[in-house]
Nanobody, 125 residues
Framework: QVQLAESGGGLVQSGGSLRLSCAASGRTFSTSAMGWFRQAPGKEREFVAA????????YYTDSAKDRFTISRDNAKNMVFLQMNSLKLEDTAVYLC??????????????????WGQGTLVTVSS
């Protein structure tokens, strides 16, 4: 089973950038699809981005397209979310997720993901 730990959150001005990292442990990481979700105060958790087991396929929610990039390094058991042109509405706790499956759809459609604790991103004006 995969265990996840996010880092890299913080306070950033609108228009700025942050890079989130997710360190994964567990022997199944390299075959697991991975993803990022976020939960803003008072709102439901929402999907942000997903990457398949090899890193060859990615998928984004519309609000993340052209601004965020998900990537992974299977040799280091790491997943990243590069966030550029941050907006006030990007403020949220960002959570890393792992699927038992290998495809991006396994992140988007699954109801049984493994979760990290989250890292807070605050975008200020």
């Amino acid at each position: 089973q995969v265990q996840l730990a996010e880092s890299g959150g913080g306070l950033v001005q609108s228009g700025g950038s942050l890079r989130l990292s997710c360190a994964a442990s567990g022997r199944t990481f390299s075959t697991s699809a991975m993803g990022w979700f976020r939960q803003a105060p008072g709102k439901e958790r929402e999907f942000v981005a997903a990457i398949n087991w090899s890193g060859g396929k990615t998928y984004y929610t519309d609000s993340a397209k052209d601004r965020f990039t998900i990537s992974r390094d299977n040799a280091k058991n790491m997943v990243f979310l590069q966030m550029n042109s941050l907006k006030l509405e990007d403020t949220a706790v960002y959570l890393c997720a792992a699927s038992e499956g290998s495809a991006t759809t396994d992140i988007v459609q699954s109801t049984s993901l493994l979760w990290g604790q989250g890292t807070l991103v605050t975008v200020s004006s």
